[in-house]
C-alpha cells in the first residue's frame, strides 16, 4: 500500500510539473557616475560609460551577473535605468514600483520594488545612530536619526579611510513585462564607496560615518540626530560619491500549481506510512 501511494504521489509530482519564476541567479550593477546624496534621497547619475551611455541609463550590467530569463542572458555593459531615473526618497517613493529596474536590450525584464529593508546598525555604544561610536572602535556601523527616524542606510568603516554605505532592497522580478503569478523574488544593496575625496572636508585624509554624519549635519553629536531645524536648513546639500555598485539575488517562487503537488503529494506519502501503521498494529 505505501509504494502504490508513494509510486501515486511521484506521478502526481510530475504530471503537475515543478513549475516556477524563470528569473533566477545573481545581478550585478555597476556605475562609474556614482550617487548624488541627501539627508533624505539618493540620486542614481547617468553613467556614460553603459551601452548605451545614460541617460536615461544610471548604471551598467557588470561581470558578477548569471542572471537567467527567457529571452536572456544581460549583456555586460548593458544599460540599466535606476528608480525609474528620478530621486529616491525613503519613505516617500510609492511602493511598489514597477520597473525599479529596467534594461536597455531587454524591455520586458522588469525588475519591481516592493520595500526597503530597516537598518541593521550596530556599534559599542548599542544606539545604531551613534556614528562617533563606530569611529572610535573601528568596527560596526550607525545609521542616520533623521528628525526622529532612522535611515535605512547603513554606515560602515571600510578600511580605514572611506566609508560603505548600504541600502538594501526587495522586490519582485519578472521576464514578461509585468510582475505576476509565478514571479521571483529579489533582495540585495547598493554598497557605493564614499572616500575622502566625497566627504566634504577640504584636506581631509579619511571619511568615517561621523564625519558624513557632521557634513549633513554640523550640530550631529548633541544628540546623535538630524533635527527638524536641521532638515530644513541642510536638507539640499548634497555628498557626491563618485562610483556605485550593487549585488541582488533572484531566487524562484513556486506557483500555486507547485505548492498543491507538493501538499498532494505529502499527504498521501503520510496516508501510507499511517495505513501501515495501523496494519501493524492490528496483527
Known amino acids: ?41 539618493l540620486t542614481f547619475l547617468p553613467d556614460p560609460s553603459a551601452t548605451p551611455p545614460g541617460p536615461p541609463w544610471d548604471g551598467e550590467v557588470n561581470n558578477q551577473t548569471n542572471l537567467m530569463f527567457n529571452g536572456g542572458p544581460l549583456n555586460v555593459t548593458e544599460g540599466v535605468e535606476i528608480n525609474q531615473n528620478t530621486p529616491f526618497v525613503a519613505g516617500s517613493t510609492t511602493l511598489p514600483e514597477d520597473y525599479f529596474f529596467r534594461f536597455a536590450a531587454h524591455p520586458l525584464l522588469d525588475f519591481e ?29 550607525c545609521s542616520l536619526n533623521i528628525a526622529g527616524t532612522l535611515s535605512p542606510v547603513v554606515l560602515a568603516i571600510s578600511g580605514t579611510t572611506s566609508t560603505i554605505a548600504s541600502i538594501h532592497f526587495v522586490g519582485m522580478a519578472s521576464d514578461t513585462g509585468s510582475i505576476g503569478a509565478g514571479a521571483s523574488a529579489w533582495s540585495g544593496s547598493f554598497s557605493p564607496t564614499i572616500t575622502q575625496s566625497n566627504c566634504g572636508i577640504a584636506g581631509n585624509s579619511v571619511c568615517t560615518p561621523d564625519q558624513i554624519a557632521l557634513y549633513f549635519c554640523p550640530d550631529y553629536n548633541t544628540a546623535n540626530m538630524c533635527t527638524a531645524a536641521d532638515v530644513a536648513a541642510f536638507g539640499s546639500k548634497v555628498l557626491a560619491i563618485t562610483s556605485n555598485s550593487g549585488s541582488f539575488q533572484v531566487t524562484a517562487t513556486p506557483e500555486p500549481g507547485t505548492m498543491a503537488s507538493i501538499f498532494i503529494g505529502a499527504g498521501l506519502i503520510a496516508l501510507g506510512t499511517r495505513t501501515r501503521r495501523r496494519r501493524r498494529q492490528n496483527v
Request: glycine share 12%.
Open 1 to 41: 500500500m505505501k509504494l502504490k501511494l508513494a509510486s501515486l504521489a511521484i506521478a502526481i509530482l510530475f504530471t503537475l510539473g515543478t513549475a516556477s519564476a524563470t528569473v533566477v541567479g545573481n545581478l550585478g550593477v555597476g556605475s562609474a557616475a556614482g550617487v548624488n546624496a541627501t539627508i533624505t534621497s
Open 113 to 141: 520594488l516592493t520595500g526597503v529593508s530597516p537598518s541593521t546598525a550596530f556599534n559599542t555604544s548599542g544606539n545604531p545612530s551613534d556614528c562617533a561610536a563606530v569611529d572610535a572602535s573601528g568596527v560596526g556601523s
